[in-house]
């Protein structure tokens, strides 16, 4: 079945650095792709997204590519701040388009 | 809209007693999702419905485990008898439409502990 796989936590990073949170997906067909973040004591809420290959999701300073070649929608950002600290989930929501798959999490800490 | 609202937000039960969570989507939405996550799986769907109608229930753990949703405003989520092993938060979510193609918005969630 549909399937997401992220990199394991938690990542500790200082202010300002560079972040990658890698994320392969397992689908049939070209599902749609997410990121979704997660605030202490809070319900996800949707960061990003991208529909089709090669599209480029963005908000917030964050991005990620659609890789079809690949199978990846890696999450990037130039210059983290604390207040990014949260855990980060991608998802996919297959081409029935009926429900979203989500990975297991990646919690970040942003050291000031 | 005030969003997805989940009640209770804490509920400490124990061990063989009956729990219920509520959950009232955001008005206008046709799909409603429960969720359940642990530190060790992560987010799991357990049930989803769409315009009231259970749609795939595969993700239930087991027989303990109902969801219903009378209307469109209002589904709960059943353990009976709970287990120490259902210890999580649950989550509740609500789309417009199917999920590819939108967001969907989760409620704050109830941290379910039993003892």
């Known amino acids: 079945g549909d399937s997401v796989t992220q990199m394991e936590g938690p990542v500790t990073l200082s202010e300002e650095a560079f972040l990658t949170i890698n994320c392969t997906y397992t689908?049939?067909?070209?599902?749609?792709l997410f990121w979704y973040v997660q605030y202490p004591g809070e319900g996800l809420q949707l960061l990003l997204k991208?529909?089709?290959?090669?599209d480029k999701g963005s908000n917030k300073g964050f991005e990620a590519t659609y890789r079809k070649e690949t199978t990846s929608f890696h999450l990037e950002k130039g210059s983290v701040q604390v207040s990014d600290s949260a855990v980060y989930f991608c998802?996919?929501?297959?081409?029935?388009?009926?429900?979203?798959?989500f990975g297991k999490g990646t919690r970040l800490h942003i050291l000031p | 809209d005030a969003g997805v609202i989940q009640s209770p937000r804490h509920e400490v039960t124990e061990m063989g007693q009956e729990v219920t969570l509520r959950c009232k989507p955001i008005?206008?939405?046709?799909?409603l999702f429960w969720y359940r996550q642990t530190m060790m799986r992560g987010l799991e769907l357990l049930i989803y419905?769409?315009?009231?109608?259970?749609?795939?229930d595969s993700g239930m753990p087991e027989d303990r485990f109902s969801a219903k949703m009378p209307n469109a405003s209002f589904s709960t989520l059943k353990i009976q008898p709970s287990e120490p092993r259902d210890s999580a938060v649950y989550f509740c979510?609500?789309?417009?439409?199917?999920?590819?193609?939108?967001?969907?918005?989760f409620g704050q969630g109830t941290r379910l502990t039993v003892v």
């Open positions: 979510a609500s789309t417009y439409g199917q999920t590819m193609n939108t967001e969907a918005f």
């Open positions: 689908a049939t067909g070209y599902p749609s």
């Open positions: 991208a529909t089709k290959a090669d």
């Open positions: 998802a996919l929501s297959d081409r029935r388009g009926d429900k979203i798959i």
């Open positions: 008005s206008g939405h046709d799909y």
């Open positions: 419905f769409n315009n009231n109608v259970p749609i795939d």
